[in-house]
Every structure is written in structure tokens, then in C-alpha cells.
């Protein structure tokens, strides 16, 4: 089976604190993701990667940073977290992008930013 | 613009079935993902989609119309354990998920 595991199911931090949120994946899979999900919105892309230091910029980069120095890691930095980056974060692998292969996600982590 | 539209919720009773309708306008179209959703919990995948017709999964079917732009997933013999929120995603032509909001799906006894 397929693991997807996150550092933190939840977490509380300051506003100003550089945040961490770390992914892992035993896969092997090539492309890691990192969204976020919030009520009534559909999930939002922030970044991904498709391979080992490789990262594009998904829909809603501002405020974000990721980092993915090995394959089955992937890292969403918060470099300075403000309030309106309270949500849940959820991060999700897949072998390939141009193929039928869905996306297996994390648990999530709900972070609140005070 | 992109968009995917479902409806934010729907009521169902035990045994019944439901269909939770999905439209979308993307650019470009490299199939569609039905995944489910427990509160609190990460979405897993239900099934793909990527040419006309019908998919059948036990008691989940998902139907898609690539010329209507539209796609259902259809629930038999409900169960309390059904109750979640589905999500509708499209892969666009740069092979990105589009994702809807969910539909709540909220099955009474």
C-alpha cells in the first residue's frame, strides 16, 4: 500500500513563525504536491514537484516556499505564517503526470495561525 | 477561466441511491478523478474516467460526457459509512488537477 505520511496532524503557530511541514512518501513516486484545503473551496495547488530539487509554482505560491532535496521528502516552508494561512494542508504523491495514476494523499495537517 | 461545479450538499436515505453531478470547464482534458472524503480525513481515490461512458465499481459507477463537459457518480444501496464529501478533479492539458469543492453527502437512516 501506498504511504503518504505527514509530520503534524495538527499544529498552532504564532503569527511571524517560520512554519515547517513536512511529507514523506515510501513509493517512490517522482511528483509530490502540497495543497491546501479550505471550506468551501476546492483543494488549491500551491506547489509541486516532479523530481529531486525540481519545484513549480502551483496556483497559489505567495507566502510559500517548498523544498525537495530527496525523492521521497517534500517540504512546504511558511516563511512567514500569517493568519490567512490557517487551513488544512495536504500533501499527496503520484508516479507520473501524464498517465491515469491518481494522487495519494496525506493525512493532512490543520494549522492554525494565531 | 477554469471551474468545476457540484453541488455543495445533498441528503440520501439508507439503501437508496444517489448521483452527484460534476461540470467543468478546463483547459483541455486528460480525465476526470471522483475521490471521497471523511471528515478529517484525506480524500482517496473512487475512480477514473477518461473516455464517454460508464465505469462500474461494485456499488459506485461514475459516467462521463467529454462533449457535455459533464460527469456523475452514481451510489447504490447507500450506507451510513457513505456519508463524506466527494470531490470532482479534472486533469487539464498541462496535466494539472482542477478540483471542485465537494459535494457533502449526508445519508439518513
Known amino acids: 500500500d501506498v504511504k503518504v505520511t505527514q509530520s503534524s496532524r495538527y499544529l498552532v503557530k504564532r503569527t511571524g513563525e517560520k512554519v515547517f511541514l513536512e511529507c514523506v512518501q515510501d513509493m517512490d513516486h517522482e511528483n509530490m504536491f502540497w495543497y491546501r484545503q479550505d471550506p468551501g473551496l476546492g483543494l488549491r495547488l500551491i506547489y509541486f514537484s516532479y523530481d529531486v530539487k525540481m519545484k513549480e509554482k502551483g496556483d497559489i505560491p505567495e507566502g510559500y516556499s517548498v523544498s525537495r532535496e530527496k525523492k521521497e521528502r517534500f517540504s512546504l516552508i511558511l516563511e512567514s505564517a500569517s493568519t490567512n494561512q490557517t487551513s488544512m494542508y495536504l500533501c499527496a504523491s503520484s508516479p507520473l503526470a501524464d498517465s491515469s495514476y491518481e494522487q495519494y494523499f496525506g493525512p493532512g495537517t490543520r494549522l492554525t495561525v494565531t | 477561466g477554469q471551474n468545476i461545479d457540484q453541488p455543495t450538499e445533498m441528503t440520501a436515505t439508507e439503501g437508496a441511491i444517489v448521483q452527484i453531478n460534476c461540470t467543468y470547464q478546463?483547459?483541455?482534458?486528460?480525465?476526470l478523478f471522483w475521490y471521497q472524503q471523511h471528515a478529517g480525513e484525506a480524500p482517496t481515490f473512487l475512480s477514473y474516467?477518461?473516455l464517454d461512458g460508464l465505469e462500474e465499481k461494485g456499488r459506485f459507477s461514475s459516467f462521463l460526457s467529454r462533449s457535455k463537459g459533464y460527469s456523475y457518480l452514481l451510489l447504490k444501496e447507500l450506507q451510513m459509512k457513505d456519508s463524506a464529501s466527494y470531490l470532482c478533479?479534472?486533469?487539464?492539458?498541462?496535466?494539472?488537477?482542477?478540483w471542485g469543492a465537494g459535494t457533502k453527502l449526508i445519508i439518513k437512516p
Open positions: 474516467n477518461v
Open positions: 478533479a479534472v486533469r487539464d492539458s498541462n496535466y494539472q488537477l482542477i
Open positions: 478546463t483547459s483541455g482534458f486528460n480525465g
